[in-house]
Each structure stands twice: as C-alpha cells, then as structure tokens.
C-alpha cells in the first residue's frame, strides 16, 4: 500500500497519536472520517460513505457539517467508543489541525440523560495483611461531584460492589488490576462500563497525591485524611488526570473531594438491588420500580438526589432523623410545600450548568437558566422562613446551607448583564442588554443608527424618485440593494447603478448605500466581536462561582427530594419510623410500598428481636410470602434513607446491609438464574452478612433435587442462626425446615395463611405465627382437580420418598456455648428424640438420598457382638439368585440360632 499524503495522511498521523477508538478531523465546514473510522461510523450511524482519493489511493470518508458534530458524537459514545476530535485553526501559513479533546464515555458533557454519569477509577495495592486494599474514586464531570473510598477485601467483591452502585459509564483499573483477567470480567459482567487503560503514570503514589493536591489545596486533602490513604489517593489522582487528559474541560467544576468509608452506607450488592427493584424492575422496567412509585420530584437534580439515596442507604442515625424531620415539617405544611414545589418547578440543572460555564460549552440561554435558578434559593428559603413549621426544622438549616446573598448577587449581575431571551449563538450578538457596558453601548447605538438609516432609506427614495414599488433588501451575493418593479424602473434616476435583472423587476444601487454597507458589516463585526467577548467574561465570572452554584444546585435538589418523600407520605398514609441502634425490627400493619399502588393490600405484622432473629416463613404457592419479605427489606431501607414507610407503625433497628437472594422458581424459569449462581449468592451472604444484617432467602435451594435442597437450606438456616446471627427472613417450600423453630432457639415459624373451605383456597395475606399445617403441592393438585388416583398416588410416593430420611440439627445455643443435637426424622416429621445421640437412630448426617443400606448397616453393626457381625456378613455375601429356597430357609434357621446364642 503506498503511503498516504495530504489530508488522509494527516489524519493517519494524527490517529496515531492518540489511542481513541475514532478520530474526526475538522476540514473547513466539516468534520471528517477516513478510513475504517469512516466505515465504523457509517454503520453505526447511516452515515454514507463517499471515496475520497488521495495520491492515487482511494480511501472511504464519512462527514457531518460542522455544526453538528456533537450529537453525532454523542450517538457515538453513547456506544461505548472514545472520539478524538481534531480541531482546525489558522495558523501564518494556511491552517493546521490538532486533537483537542478525546470524548469518553465516562466524560461527555453533552449527555442527553438526567441520570448521573459516573466515570470511575480502581486501584489495588497488595496485601498487607489478609486482604488486598482498594482505592476507587469517581466522578462526575457533568456535574463537578468527586467522591473517593477505600476498602479492604479479600477478592475484590466489595470493590465490585462498590463500583457496581455507581453504576459507571466508563471505569479505568489501575497498573494492578489490567492483567487481572478475572476482575476485569467480574467488571464487565456486573456494568456496562468502557473499560479505558490509562496511562500507568497517572496512578503512581507521587504523581497522584500532587494532582490531587494541585486540584482541591493541601488542606482540603489533609482534613478529609485522604492523605494517608494510599490506594484512594493513586484513584483520585487518576481520574483527575484523565479529566484533564480528554480536555472536557470541567476540571474546575470538580471543586470538592468527598471521601467517605464503608460504614456509612448499607451494603447493597447488585443481585439486592436487582431483588428489591430498587430502580428497575426484575423485568428491566423503569416503571413499576421503587424509585418509579416514589419519585414526585420536579427537578432533575432532585431526581438524581433522589435515585442516589435509594442505591445509597445510611447507617447514621443522625443523618436520619435530620432528613425525617425535614419530611415531617413537609408533611404538616402542605401549603409551603405546594408553594416550594411550584417555586423549583422552574428551576434548571445547576450543577450541571455549573459544568458547562467552567468547560466553556455555557450559552447565554445557559446562563440566564443559571441566573433564573439561582433566584429561586431566595424564593425557596422565603417559604421555609415564613412557615413556623419549616422554620423550626432542620430545613431551615438545610436551606441557609447555600450563600443566598451570594446567589442573588450573582443573579442581579447576569440579569443585569443578558436580554430577557438571549439567542442560542453566542457569536452573533444580541446578548446584552443596554447599559451593560459602555463601548458595547457605543457600538450597538452606532449599528443600530445604520440600521435605521437603512431601514428608512425606502422612503426617502420613494419621495425622491416618486417610484412607489422600491424597497431596500439584502442577500449574500449582491450585498444591499435597491428594489424596483419592472413597470417603473424608468424612472429610475441617473446616479442609479444597475445590478441585476430579475423576471419582475431590476436591482441597483446607490454610492450612498454601499458606503452604508460597508459602515454597517464592520459594525456588525465589531458588535459580534465585542459581545462574544464581554460574552466570554460573563461566563468566565460564572465558571468562578462553579462552587457557588453546585451548592445552590445541592440545596434545591435535597429540598426536592426531601418534598417528594413528604409528597409521598400523605398521599398514601405512611408514617415515621423510629430508628434506633438495636436488633429489633417491629412493622405493625405494614405494606409493600409499590404492591400496595396497584392492589387492595392486606397489611401485616412482623416482629423480630435478638430472640427471635430468624424467621422461617411457609405458607402455599401464590400466598404472600416473596412480598411479605421484600416488604421487610424495604421498609428497612426506607427507614435508612430518611423517609417515611408504609405502616401504621415502624421501629427498626439500623442494618449495615440488606442480603437477598431469589431461587424461586420463577427467576430460574427466566433463564435469569443457575443454581451455581444461586450457590455463589447464597455464598456471598453467608461470607459478608454480619449479625447487623438484613438477609432474605427466597426458596433458597430450589435450583436443586429436592433433598440436595433441604439439605443445603436446612444448613444455611443452622449456619446462619447460629453463626452469622444477622436478622433473616426465609420463604421456604421445604416444610420440612419447620421443624428448626422448635430446635434452634433464635429461629421462628411463621406463615401467610390461607383458608380452604368446599375446595377453594382463599389466600388471606395475613401473616401469623406458626409453620402451615400441612406439605401443599399434593393438596393444591387436589383442589385443582387431578384425578383422584394421581393424588392418592403421589401421597404414596412423598411417603416413600420420606422413608428412612432423617437429619439431624446443630444448634448453637444464644451465647454460643454449647450445642445441642437432634434427629428429626422426615418420614414422620418430628424429632426422633430430643437431645439423645444420633447413633440411635438410623440417620444419614448429609441428608443424602444416595445412601447405601449396606453402609448404614455397618454403622450400626458398631455396638454388636462378633456372632451378629458374622451373621450378617454371611448375610452380605449371599447371592439369593443363585441359592436354592431350600437351602435358603436352612441358612436362615442357622442364622436364628447362632443369634440366640449369641
Ligand atoms: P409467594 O411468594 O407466596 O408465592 P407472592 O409474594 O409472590 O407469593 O404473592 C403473590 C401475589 O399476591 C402477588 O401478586 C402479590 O401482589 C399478592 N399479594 C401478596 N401479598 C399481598 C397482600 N398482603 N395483600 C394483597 N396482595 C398481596
Ligand atoms: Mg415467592
């Protein structure tokens, strides 16, 4: 192939300097693609693909107009590719071309989503001590926020978990984690984040801590104690790094370094926000969704606050009850609310302007958004002050948080400064109001007389020449010009230049007017100029009060968000909970809160305490009791965000974490589940609950042979009361597990109750203490109408099935001291014998249906005399198809004998 030259050979130089999955090269009105990138584009796109022939080569090119390169590129990214754009300037000779910005997915600006966009960075430093430790910091460039933990962890789940929250547009891993193959796929299978090899550089410790220093001031650093944190520091230096890399151009905008550590949040791995639909449902449904049924915000910021705190729970009681009384103020003022909401109803993304104004991407429609937004802190804490009950809250606090005189300051100067209803082009003047400033004032009065003396001219001409079709127009080709109708043009005077002929007419012109001309279009120019700039200094100013505005923009965003929980709570009755530092959790009447929206619901009870720490709930198919789970689970995070919960009464004792985990049936038949996967779930909670944990088990064990099943939910149950000690509720089919509630000391039987009368099963909802009566598959295969011999002879084979089964139960005693064994024994579903020896009864310790016979006989052979063990091993070896029955009844006879004398 021969070397490229000219234009595709520059844009193949180019495309080497930079490791973007695309680049486009600006020529003059367009932005161009060549190559396999023109290819790749037009694909995606539909973009057509024209030759472009360069030194007898001929390569595909694929362009979009200059003025539209941003939603194309947007599409682009939006896909998961990293654009270079290359720029075009005017240099002394001709004009050169540079790459200016990289767009990533994890740095775009012009985002058409209102949800955050969150660009991460992950670093791991090796063990010292039993586990590895992980830095992660992320951001947000459209919106300036900067947030950076780190966590110790064995194998990389908890940082997965972490990252996983964020939800990540574009993730870089650090040096040590990019040849770890399983990281990345775990990475890739839990987000849909790019995955960006930055460069290593970036992450080491000294170049790292000064970026961060650099950005955010050695004393910010040293307060917030990042300083020591190595792993943290290295991804926050990274990320910083990278930002300023692609050239986005919001590295001002990130003004503040957030560092928070593991205890202040809940533990919500991905499957628990999956299981509780916390902002999508099971089915991938927005609507229908947590975050769906209680979102009444009015703004997008609110919004985002909003859909953070869900994924986000808090362990701080304090943080909690101040944000519970913001919503209880809310509640009794329904008249400030209304007028509080009204008043943030008109107000714009802030945080997100403030990003625009410090990347230079701000308009002056941007600005005035700003100006008008800003305004609103004034309107908003006016309603909070003027209403006693808001007044003594702690939203009084929450609003005085942002600087209001330095809000409305800088709202008066950009009112001052731009027209009611500025242009969407900053370059064609039309910005500013008069008075702004002085030399503008100058040229716009002098450009505007020009205007005027043209716009007059007409009919000065008209009364001069006495002609009356004349008019004076413009276009781009023939400047200004005279106008006159075919019918008069011989009237025309003398000092009239002819210019055109047209079908119906002839254009002229006058020495006079091409002097107005020229005066006006160096008018213009300068007018342009001179507001762009001014324009440019505006923004500038703006750019400088970036922290200004994200704390105007928080500030509104909480009380919109802190209002749409009040909003909630009266329309559908919920009320306060306590929350308080104990084990205890106690429901009274409570609902689902999103079941609750679409059906008559049965409300119910739940109590659980130290004591009464795990419960086994049962009841049939279809009856309630996935929902009277998730219920719990979700009550208990409404609680730790601070809003109010469906109940008439809720005391909850704060959680470090909520664990679920589905085997139902109906998730496996989904395709949405193995039972390796269930298996590493269930594993998961077993390593990370603690007994401050919520765990959920949804008919764990499902995925399995029935008594690999029991098995495995009967030693979770044990391993779980015993051990973990977290609060645990646990939906089974397995009647079976039953009998634990009356063995384990901490475990309780509960059921959702249903009634059956003439054949019909109604399902009551409600939920009462106790296992249910009876095994219900046989029995619902009955009401349903199997045919009677069907029936009776399942009842046979579950008997069969039961024969000969029996388990036996460790249980830890509540100070885990000693232990307690029991046998309990499937074909009669009881206890053998309380606490008696298990070698009694003839038991398998694994539950196992695999079970030879023969090896259960030699366990019990252990207690027998040498005549009984020689008995039976004759027994064993006797092959009854080849002896003759005679000869049979004879050793039997022997057999009698030797064991009477034995
Ligand atoms: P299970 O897990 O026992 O099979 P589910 O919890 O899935 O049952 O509930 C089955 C159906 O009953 C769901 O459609 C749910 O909406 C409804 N339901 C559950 N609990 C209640 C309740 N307390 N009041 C009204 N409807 C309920
Ligand atoms: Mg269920």
Request: aromatic share 6%.
């Amino acid at each position: 192939m021969t070397e490229a030259t000219g234009i595709v050979g520059e844009f193949l130089s180019l495309k080497e300097e930079t490791d973007a999955d695309l680049l486009t090269m600006q020529c003059g009105d367009f932005y161009e693609f060549f190559g396999d990138d023109a290819e790749t584009v037009a694909d995606e796109l539909d973009l057509t693909v024209s030759q472009k022939s360069s030194h007898g080569s001929s390569y595909p090119m694929a362009g979009v107009p200059v003025d539209d390169l941003t939603p194309y590129v947007s599409a682009l990214v939006e896909r998961g590719y990293r654009v270079a754009v290359a720029d075009q300037h005017e240099t002394a000779d001709g004009h050169a071309r540079e790459i200016t910005r990289v767009v990533t997915p994890g740095t775009h600006l012009e985002t058409g989503d209102e949800s955050a966009q969150h660009l991460a960075a992950v670093v791991r430093e090796l063990g010292r001590g039993d586990g590895d430790t992980y830095g992660i910091a992320v951001a947000d460039v459209t919106t300036g926020q900067f947030q950076v933990t780190q966590l110790d962890d064995a194998d990389g789940g908890a940082a997965l978990t972490e990252l996983y929250t964020f939800a990540p547009a574009e993730v870089l891993p650090g040096p040590d984690l990019r040849n770890d193959d399983d990281f990345l796929a775990r990475l890739r299978e839990r987000t849909d984040a790019a995955l960006t090899l930055h460069d290593a550089e970036s992450f080491a410790p000294g170049r790292a801590s000064h970026a961060v220093r650099e950005q955010f001031g050695g004393e910010a650093v040293d307060s917030v104690g990042v300083g020591e944190q190595d792993a943290a520091v290295r991804a926050a230096g990274a990320v910083l790094s990278y930002v300023e890399e692609t050239g986005v151009g919001t590295l001002a905008a990130i003004t503040r370094l957030q560092t928070y550590g593991a205890r202040e949040y809940v533990d919500l791995d991905a499957t628990t926000q999956r299981n509780l639909e916390l902002t999508e449902t099971m089915q991938g449904d927005r609507s229908g969704s947590l975050f769906d049924t209680l979102d009444h915000t009015v703004t997008a910021a609110g919004g985002r606050l909003l859909r953070r705190w869900l994924q986000r729970p808090r362990r701080d009681r304090g943080e909690l009850a101040r944000r519970q009384s913001c919503v209880a103020a809310l509640t009794e003022g329904a008249m400030a609310r209304e007028r509080i909401r009204e008043t943030l109803s008109d107000a714009y993304d802030l945080e997100r302007l403030a990003s625009r104004a410090t990347s230079g991407s701000a308009d002056a429609r941007d600005l005035r958004a700003a100006q008008e937004t800003l305004a609103l802190l004034g309107q908003v804490s006016d309603a909070v002050t003027e209403t006693e009950r808001l007044a003594e809250s702690p939203l009084a606090d929450a609003v005085a948080g942002a600087d209001r005189a330095a809000a409305d300051d800088l709202a008066a100067a950009l009112d001052d400064a731009l027209v009611d209803d500025p242009p969407g082009t900053v370059k064609q003047g039309g910005l500013f109001r008069k008075g702004y400033d002085d030399d503008l004032d100058a040229v716009i009065e002098e450009h505007e007389a020009a205007l005027e003396w043209l716009d007059t001219l007409p009919e000065r001409e008209k009364e001069r020449t006495g002609i009356t079709h004349l008019s004076v127009d413009r276009n781009k080709t023939d400047g200004y010009y005279i106008q006159v109708g075919k019918s008069e043009t011989d009237a025309v005077p003398d000092s009239y230049q002819h210019v055109k002929t047209l079908k119906n007419s002839k254009r002229y012109t006058i020495p006079d007017l091409d002097e107005k001309e020229r005066e006006v279009l160096r008018l213009e120019e300068r007018r342009h100029d001179l507001e762009y700039e001014r324009f440019q200094a505006l923004r500038e100013r703006v750019a400088e009060r970036a922290t200004l505005l994200q704390d105007v923009g928080r500030t509104l965003a909480e009380v919109d968000a802190l209002s749409s929980f009040a909003v909630h709570a009266v329309e559908n009755d919920w009320t306060r909970p306590e929350v308080h530092d104990g084990q205890a959790l106690s429901i009274e009447a409570g609902r689902h809160p999103v079941v609750e929206q679409t059906t008559e619901f049965v409300p119910n009870d739940l109590y659980m305490d130290e004591d009464r720490r795990f419960l086994i709930v049962t009841g049939p198919n279809m009856s309630g009791k996935s929902t009277y789970m998730r219920q719990a689970a979700l009550v208990t995070l409404l609680a730790q965000v601070g809003s109010f919960v469906p109940a008439r009464s809720a005391s909850v004792g704060l959680v470090d974490g909520i664990y679920t985990r589905v085997g139902a049936l109906d998730e496996l038949a989904q395709g949405r589940s193995t039972f390796m996967v269930e298996m590493q779930e269930l594993s998961n909670i077993l390593h990370s609950a603690t007994d401050e944990s919520l765990v959920i088990l949804d008919e764990v064990g499902r995925g399995t042979a029935t008594f690999d099943g029991i098995s495995i939910a009967w030693a979770a149950t044990e391993y779980i009361a015993n051990t973990v000690r977290s609060k645990t509720l646990f939906a089974t089919h397995y009647h079976e597990l039953t009998a634990l509630g009356d063995e384990l000391p901490t475990v309780e039987n509960v059921h959702v109750a249903a009634d059956e009368t003439d054949g019909d099963v109604t399902f009551l909802r409600t939920v009462r203490d106790g296992p249910t009566d009876r095994s219900y598959g046989v029995h619902v295969a009955d009401l349903a109408g199997v045919p009677e011999p069907v029936v009776d002879r399942s009842r046979e084979v579950l008997d069969r099935l039961r024969e000969d089964e029996a388990i036996e139960v460790r249980g830890g005693d509540r100070d885990g001291g000693g232990t307690t064994q029991a046998v309990f024994d499937l074909s009669s579903g009881q206890f053998a014998s309380g606490e008696s020896e298990p070698t009694d009864e003839p038991v398998a310790t694994d539950g196992s249906r695999e079970r030879a016979p023969a090896d259960s006989s030699a366990d019990d052979a252990d207690g027998l005399g040498p005549e009984a063990e020689a008995v039976l091993s004759e027994l064993r070896d006797l092959d009854v198809n080849e002896t003759p029955p005679v000869e049979l009844l004879a050793k039997v006879q022997n057999w009698q004998d030797d064991l009477e004398d034995a």
